[in-house]
């Protein structure tokens, strides 16, 4: 009992100070549809936010009108301000900022897509320093000069939509939207290989490293023919150091800048795909984007029962309780039966076709023909 009270005041502690900090809030409770004559999109680097829910939307786009995307750190004085609506796919810089409020005026609009309880992730302590550091100086702080010129925000999850509407903000929901290149199961050629295991996860996850640990260390005791790999630096990486296995069995890979992971996740086949999800804040607004890694990974998956992967879900996905046991009985049950497997693949595969099934458009902009 004390503990859950002691819980509970942290974590409504938590929730006030979060509240405190900047947040994405637009100029008016309203905002009218727009056609506009281009979109400059604004991201920093290659990044799944962009691959996973803005790629094709853009190209869809650009059939039509002329559609940019830009880095932070290019040169942007090239571009025509006069009709143009620019997007800031999660970060923004300094003088990116300084153009939007020189030309605000000729503007056909500002949004920004957010796919993070980012107040929650400031006050997360399992999320490293370096990266609370960067979403201070490029998200948070930014907002206050970027606030008054802002007519609209898009979000991943109804969660998350949510959240970020207070005090009028107009957001909308912008779901998983995945290429046929990544929704497409990689090709598999039967062979007497060791069945490979994998969890791959960003530096957050410390939380969900440390139960998988345990999970993991059994299945390899019990499983000769087992190989782990998990993508892992730092004290996540520290987690899985383990003089029992051999690095033949148990692989601990650095984590991967999103153009590597991408393709190194294509080219080394995973057998069964773990994907845990605890239950924490800022858990609870994500997407179910790693259906999509899980695809081009051709690999058979086990998620945690959440609300990411309810969405979507097909009836042939194994989806279970944060239970250890439970978690054990579902791994096994993948490494015994290449038919569970295949049907496993399907399923999640299925279940990104779903996502591909949506309307391209972005809410809140319009097409139209470019002048002649």
């Known amino acids: 009992m ?37 979109i400059v999109v604004f991201r920093q680097g290659s990044n799944p936010s962009f691959s996973y829910f803005l790629e094709e939307r853009l190209r869809y786009y650009g059939a039509h009108i002329p559609v940019s995307v830009r880095c932070l750190d290019d040169d942007i004085t090239d571009i025509e301000p006069k009709g143009c609506f620019i997007i800031i796919c999660r970060y923004i810089g300094a003088r990116l900022l300084t153009w939007i409020e020189r030309h605000a005026a000729q503007l056909a609009g500002v949004g920004i897509f957010i796919d993070d309880d980012v107040s929650g992730i400031m006050l997360d302590i399992d999320a490293p320093l370096s990266y609370r550091a960067k979403l201070a100086r490029l998200h948070l702080w930014p907002l206050r000069r970027l606030n008054p010129h802002l007519d609209i925000v898009w979000a991943p999850t109804p969660t998350l939509v949510e959240l970020l509407k207070t005090n009028g903000t107009v957001v909308r929901l912008l779901a998983p939207l995945p290429s046929a290149s990544d929704a497409l199961p990689l090709g598999r050629s039967p062979c007497a290989r060791r069945l490979v295991i994998g969890y791959h996860a960003t530096g957050i996850h410390y939380a969900e490293h440390v139960f998988l640990k345990p999970i993991v260390s059994e299945i390899l005791l019990r499983h000769p023919n087992v190989v782990f790999e998990v993508s892992a630096n730092g004290r996540n990486a520290r987690v899985w150091r383990d003089k029992r296995f051999d690095q033949s069995r148990l692989r601990i890979l650095p984590t991967l800048p999103w153009e590597e992971f991408s393709q190194r996740s294509r080219d080394c086949p995973v057998d ?23 695809c081009r990974m051709g690999a058979a998956a086990i998620f945690s029962k959440s609300d ?17 046991d439970a978690w054990i009985a579902a791994i096994e049950l993948l490494i015994v039966s290449e038919e569970r497997r295949k049907i496993a693949r399907l399923a999640t595969f299925n279940a990104a076709e779903q996502m591909r099934s949506l309307d391209p458009a972005i809410p809140g902009l319009l097409l139209r023909e470019v002048s002649k």
Do not use: C, G, M, W
């Open 2 to 38: 004390e503990e859950f009270v002691r819980d509970t005041t942290i974590s409504t502690v938590r929730s006030k100070l979060a509240a405190l900090l900047p947040q994405p809030k637009t100029r008016s409770s309203f905002f009218t549809a727009v056609a506009p004559r281009s």
């Open 308 to 324: 990411a992967y309810a969405h979507n879900q097909h009836p042939d996905e194994i989806l279970i309780e944060n239970d250890r």
């Open 272 to 294: 069964i795909a773990l994907v845990p999800l605890l239950d924490k804040r800022i858990n609870r607004v994500r997407a179910d984007t790693k259906r999509i890694d899980v």
